[in-house]
């Protein structure tokens, strides 16, 4: 069975720093590129972070640039967001997901919740 748990939200001052940890099992890690995904309270969901399958190719969204990093560890089958100089705006439900086709998902963790206090 595919599944994805993401962990390592919390609650931040504003400026602080977390490190999100996605952990897969039940397909071959190496063979997907994951992306990170997060929705604020009353907010669509939205595209925050993507790595290939090798890590040799990243992508973030625009207001996450310089602040946060994905990076994943194959071994061990698990994806990373390192988030730095954390702003209340970064408040949020982050989500890892498995990438197929380009740009489609298919299968999504659970979620972990980062709330950022100003």
């Known amino acids: 069975e595919v599944q994805l748990q993401a962990s390592g939200g919390g609650l931040v001052q504003a400026g602080g720093s977390l490190r999100l940890s996605c952990a897969a099992y039940?397909?071959?890690?190496?063979?997907?590129?994951i992306g990170w995904f997060r929705q604020a309270p009353g907010k669509e969901r939205e595209g925050v972070s993507a790595?290939?399958?090798?890590?040799?190719?990243?992508y973030y969204a625009e207001s996450m640039k310089g602040r946060f990093t994905i990076s994943r560890d194959n071994a061990k089958n698990t994806l990373y967001l390192q988030m730095n100089s954390l702003k209340s705006e970064d408040t949020a439900v982050y989500y890892c997901a498995r990438a197929v086709l380009g740009s489609e998902f298919d299968y999504w963790g659970q979620g972990t919740l980062v709330t950022v206090s100003s």
């Open positions: 039940g397909f071959t890690f190496d063979d997907y590129a």
């Open positions: 790595i290939g399958s090798d890590g040799g190719s990243t």
